[in-house]
């Protein structure tokens, strides 16, 4: 049975609370990523940065970036998890249940990775990853 950290994409780089939007979302452009988990010090999850929490509640709303703290924008945000240890099965049962494109792979307390919808893709029969897409894109 193939785990998470199996296909998971590791070395996942994250935002911290106290660094300014205009430092995450450089360090997104500079990943070619859309979403950084939120981590503590100690790589606990806080909370994820999505591009869309920048635009919608940073750019859209006439903050400045530099200014404009993680911590600002991530506030209230429930974070839906996959173990390391976890099958392929509970993560795409997870993705699908939360309407989810990516899940951070935690190992105890820390994020060591994220799964993506395209990882799992890559990984289970055509027919198990239309069921992923079409549930996640009836998403409202």
Do not use: W, Y
């Not at 939007?21 to 990523?33: G, L, N, P």
């Not at 750019?59 to 991530?74: C, L, M």
């Amino acid at each position: 049975m193939t785990k998470a950290r199996e296909i998971m994409t590791k070395g996942t780089e994250f935002a911290k609370m106290e660094e300014s939007i205009a430092e995450a979302a450089k360090r997104m452009a500079k990943s070619d990523v859309g979403v950084l988990p939120i981590c503590n010090d100690q790589k606990r999850l806080q909370g994820m940065l999505t591009d869309r929490d920048i635009v919608v509640k940073v750019i859209a709303q006439g903050k400045d970036p530099q200014k404009t703290k993680v911590s600002d924008v991530a506030q209230g945000t429930e974070v839906v998890t996959i173990g390391a240890d976890d099958s392929i099965e509970e993560a795409l049962r997870t993705m699908k249940d939360h309407k989810v494109r990516r899940l951070p792979v935690v190992d105890g307390s820390e994020v060591v990775g994220m799964v993506s919808q395209g990882d799992i893709a890559t990984s289970l029969p055509n027919e198990r990853v239309g069921d992923l897409v079409e549930a996640i894109s009836a998403a409202p």
